[in-house]
């Protein structure tokens, strides 16, 4: 049973420091999720406890972070919901051509390489206990995924929404967060169908009639929900426990379904009514308590699992160099590139590749399941946590210098995609 | 339609290359180490060692690097390499122990051998430790089991 005072201290330490750094780094404009992200590695054995092992142990005892990490896989469930809430069809409107594309090729670009890097790698960062195949799944996945809610806010932050290259910028991040969870539950399936964990038919078949059945009669009975908004003008009690309830369900089918829990509640979030007034006001009852509270402690909770002591040595730094180099090609260049053809200028196309070179949270995710499943190690979990690091901090001063304030100002005095840029995303509540 | 299926062939290719690919064996996780009989040749710097009394080792493992951690009170740690079926690693670190001091003992010198036996039941470590420095400078040999996850959680 878990000590609460020792519970609570954790918290309260998380809480200070996440909020502490995130608000050093707004002072050098970067997105508050990144300071909170780089606090959950400073309390992890990469400083804390190579600094003073003492207290980190004293601070967490390792018989209690199973009660850290079920608080933290709570936050991750509300998070994942309110990620696929805010995903909304309408985020195509009248930029179908250039987003598909370029969302497809920043997909297939970066999860190729991935997929070339593990024929380096998996001998070398790998063991017999892995499939090649599910290795280089895994590998190709994570470098394929954009974080949607760190990308809203940088948009937001830099008032790019009411840009061409925000709206289609958004737009492509949405289709790829769709993209990168259904390759994401198709790895889970594979590795856990080959450690005969759920039998394979099971799955396949499960996974198969569960989205049909949430797409076409569960999110029309959704739409209920709706108009039960509508007519009392605010979301009850009631209807909040219903929503809960039902968050909780689509997870726990996904997870016995073996595909995880995580893309459940993303799924659930995803066929929700999307009214702009419902939207907004079931993502204002979720969003403090996930985002202030129980997210930092899922970064501190990765940050305990990344110990970067793990890269000693010249050859370990390389093989993170070579992680860190793949993904940024895959990704700002499959996305440059498409962006190009689908007839953007150089500049806008390059502004478009740094938006989509942007992991964040979302990379975390990603990589915390591999651990979890056993797919990657924890010295190649530390490097890409690295990647992911590195990829999102990148994101505001090389946006700054490729695509510069006046130009954004100029462009978002155009109307182009006034309309949609600002009606579809609701200004980006998560992380706002 | 070029720029989706192309990459989408080439990703079946790798995985078809991959499939021949061989990586090192999997010795992570914690195993359950017992001195083997001692013998007059045992060298004291390893039984401060290793507590006759059941000792857990874990090891973290990426690819061919390992890292070790003996003792859960001490916290020996040591980072080296596994090649085929022989591990090596040499000592990173080590909790100050004044009775190895007195022996003339420098921590930085022991080594941990291993070969890993595969079996369908459980594997096993079959190895020593070795010290430049150590009065005697003998071996300490030992053999460890895998502990099963519930195992684990008992202890």
């Not at chain 1, 009660?67 to 991750?76: A, I, R, W």
């Not at chain 2, 390893?46 to 690097?65: A, V, W, Y």
């Amino acid at each position: 049973m878990p000590d609460l005072s020792t519970l609570l201290i954790q918290v309260l330490v998380i809480l200070v420091v996440a909020r502490l750094v995130g608000w050093l780094f707004r002072k050098i404009h970067q997105p508050q999720v990144m300071g909170e992200m780089v606090a959950g590695i400073l309390l992890g054995p990469s400083l804390l406890g190579w600094l003073f092992p003492g207290v980190s142990t004293a601070l967490f005892p390792p018989a209690s972070l199973g009660f850290l990490n079920s608080l933290s896989q709570v936050g991750l469930l509300f998070f994942m919901f309110l990620v696929g809430l805010e995903l909304n069809p309408e985020n195509l409107h009248g930029r179908r051509h250039a987003a598909v594309l370029t969302s497809h090729v920043s997909i297939i670009l970066p999860f190729l390489l991935g997929t070339l890097t593990a024929l380096y790698l998996y001998p070398r960062l790998s063991d017999d206990r892995v499939k090649f195949v599910n290795f280089a799944l895994f590998l190709g996945t994570a470098m394929s995924v954009t974080a949607f809610p760190v990308l809203a806010r940088i948009l937001t932050e830099r008032k790019l929404l009411r840009t061409q290259i925000g709206a289609v910028a958004i737009a492509c991040a949405a289709v790829d967060d769709i993209t990168a969870w259904c390759l994401l539950a198709g790895v889970v399936l594979l590795v856990r169908a080959s450690a005969n964990i759920t039998p394979l038919w099971i799955t396949l078949f499960g996974s198969a009639a569960y989205i049909l059945a949430m797409l076409l009669i569960v999110r029309r009975v959704l739409s209920k929900l709706e108009s039960a908004y509508q007519n009392r003008g605010r979301i009850t009690k009631n209807l909040m426990a219903l929503i809960l309830v039902l968050i909780f369900v689509s997870a726990w089918v996904t997870e016995h379904l073996g595909i995880h829990a995580l893309f459940g509640t993303f799924l659930m979030g995803v066929i929700m009514p999307k009214h702009k007034d419902f939207v907004r006001a079931l993502s204002d009852k979720l969003e403090d308590i996930t985002v202030v509270l129980l997210l930092p402690l899922f970064f501190a909770f990765t940050g305990l699992r990344t110990s970067i002591g793990l890269l000693t040595g010249i050859e370990m730094w390389f093989y993170c160099a070579l992680i860190i180099a793949v993904a940024i090609a895959g990704k700002f260049g499959g996305a440059t590139i498409s962006a190009r053809l689908a007839g953007m200028s150089w500049r806008e196309a390059g502004a478009i590749g740094v938006l989509m070179n942007t992991r964040g949270l979302m990379e975390l995710v990603i990589l915390n399941i591999g651990l979890e499943i056993g797919v990657i190690s924890p010295a190649v979990f530390a490097m890409m946590v690295l990647m992911a690091l590195i990829t999102t901090f990148m994101t505001t001063p090389l946006l700054e210098l490729i695509y510069p304030a006046r130009l954004r100002h100029r462009d978002a005095s155009s109307p182009v995609v006034a309309r949609a840029a600002s009606g579809t995303l609701r200004s980006a509540p998560l992380f706002r | 339609m070029f720029l989706v299926g192309v990459p989408v062939l080439a990703v079946s290719g790798v995985l078809r290359v991959g499939e021949r690919l061989r990586p090192p064996i999997f010795v992570g996780g914690t195993w359950n180490i017992e001195q083997a009989a001692p013998t007059d040749a045992d060298s004291l710097c390893g039984d401060s060692l290793i507590n006759p009394n059941r000792t857990i080792l874990t090891i973290s493992q990426s690819g061919s690097h390992l890292t070790l951690m003996l003792n859960d009170e001490n916290r020996t740690t040591f980072a080296g390499e596994i090649r085929d079926a022989s591990i090596v690693a040499t000592i990173t670190r080590l909790t100050s122990d004044p009775s190895l001091d007195a022996q003339g003992f420098s921590p930085a010198s022991v080594e941990f051998h291993a070969t890993v036996e595969r079996s369908s039941e459980s594997d096993r470590l079959l190895g020593a430790l070795t010290s430049r420095d150590c009065p005697t400078s003998a071996l300490t040999s030992f053999t460890a089991t895998r502990l099963a996850a519930t195992a684990i959680k008992e202890k």
